[in-house]
């Protein structure tokens, strides 16, 4: 019978049990009852085992189909090598690394982290549209490879500040999706429970999500500062945009950062526009990695997460080695508009966008040199989406359904460590407490 002539076939290969994804790995199934006749994997040299079989079939005329199996982990191979784009240098005389070798593991990795992001950031403008979200909502989709590309190439302990397009690196800072979420819409199961909304969200290490327009950059010396002050071993990246490069507040904090030699990457992500304008409108030098001067400066393709990998572990190291600051420039792009409250078409056009997405996607970027260097295959980076998505759904649920902080807690937490205090509220009569 055809069931007694697979499992003939099983026996007399020299392998045994079920390999899913061996090149010739198939699965024989009745199209007349739809049952399991065989599934097993079958090395090259049974081909003509096969097509014995094959015609065997025929002649019963008891027709099977052959169904190809997903590759087995140990098909794909365990790392490749790629060449990336060359860093424009402003006072190094040499740059990051122009080849590098991605692991499978980190590749999937990489890819989960940035889908996750995506995934996040529409879910947010969902929300946002449904009014569960509300007031300042500034969303990163389009510049996930900078974030994820900073965060692999530094330590957990170094430390991140940036502005308030800050969900990003929320996540990848350590705050869970749940949290996240719940914080957009101001639950108590939010990183800042609540209180904190869209722009501001912490996590150790991670001081926000600043909405004051460059004030985060001299914060970020000063926590550099702090580091060299206690002899450790840390850095601290201090993220602005495009838009913050001309705040004066800013070059102050490289003349000091230089002085003292502080372990500070300063990190300009140029999306191109601040707010509704182009930076060819805003500034007169577009060089933002040559505006510190006599600070070295970087400017790297913010849309490969390669590259971003690459060039911070060079600004790390640089900055770790004593040599003090360093400046990056990080050429990226947002899809959204600058807020929810920007459709961001009024200033560019539909067309420019969809060309940024169709050839310097930093998701679709990676995807495909996954795929067509082995490192994984559609069936598994579906899987990966799939998961993204139903992680994102249960992120959505529960910060649609946890509880709003109640209003005596609205003091809460002002100062860490102190003994309770009375805090006056909009008149002499309201007072609520606060407790650390």
Not at 282 to 299: E, M, V, W
Not at 311 to 329: Q, V, W, Y
Request: hydrophobic share 35%.
């Amino acid at each position: 019978s055809l069931r007694s002539l697979c499992r003939l076939a099983i026996l007399l290969s020299p392998h045994s049990g079920h390999v899913v994804g061996w090149p010739s790995a198939f699965s024989l199934t009745s199209p007349r009852s739809g049952c399991w006749l065989a599934s097993h994997s079958v090395p090259l040299g049974m081909t003509k085992m096969l097509r014995l079989l094959g015609s065997l079939i025929r002649r019963e005329n008891s027709p099977a189909k052959v169904l190809v199996g997903s590759r087995n982990y140990a098909d794909f191979a365990s790392e490749a090598s790629f060449d990336i784009k060359k860093c424009d240098l402003h006072r190094l005389e040499e740059g990051p690394a122009t080849s590098t070798i991605l692991t499978r593991e980190d590749g999937l990795k990489y890819y989960h982290t940035m889908q996750l992001i995506r995934r996040m950031e529409l879910k947010a403008d969902q929300l946002y549209k449904q009014k569960i979200i509300r007031g300042f909502c500034h969303l990163c989709d389009g510049q996930e490879a900078c974030c994820v590309g900073i965060e692999v190439a530094i330590n957990p302990t170094d430390h991140l500040i940036t502005a308030y397009r800050s969900h990003g690196y929320s996540y990848t800072r350590g705050v869970s999706v749940k949290q996240i979420m719940a914080e957009l819409t101001g639950r108590r199961g939010g990183c800042a429970k609540g209180r904190g909304g869209s722009m501001h969200m912490y996590a150790n290490n991670f001081y926000g999500g600043n909405g004051i327009v460059g004030a985060q950059v001299p914060l970020g010396a000063g926590i550099a500062l702090a580091c060299k002050y206690f002899g450790k071993d840390e850095i601290c990246v201090s993220l602005y945009g495009d838009g913050a490069a001309n705040q004066g507040q800013i070059f102050e904090t490289y003349n000091m950062a230089m002085l003292w030699k502080l372990p500070c990457i300063f990190i300009c992500e140029n999306n191109r526009y601040g707010m509704g304008t182009s930076v060819e409108r805003a500034a007169a030098s577009t060089d933002y990695y040559k505006r510190g001067d006599y600070i070295p400066g970087l400017r790297v393709d913010g849309m490969d997460v390669l590259c971003v990998r690459e060039a911070t572990k060079f600004a790390a190291d640089h900055c770790r080695s004593g040599k003090g600051p360093i400046l990056m420039e990080l050429q990226t792009y947002r899809y959204h508009g600058h807020s929810m409250s920007d459709p961001g078409v009024s200033y560019r056009t539909r067309e420019e966008i969809q060309e940024v997405r169709s050839k310097s996607d930093p998701i679709t970027m990676l995807k495909e040199r996954m795929l067509n260097n082995n490192l994984s295959n559609v069936e598994e980076l579906k899987e990966i989406d799939a998961s993204v998505r139903q992680e994102v759904e249960e992120g959505a649920q529960f910060a649609t359904t946890d509880p709003e902080p109640p209003l005596e807690e609205l003091a809460y937490n002002i100062f860490c460590n102190e003994e309770t205090f009375d805090v006056r509220g909009t008149n002499p009569w309201i007072k609520y407490k606060s407790v650390s």
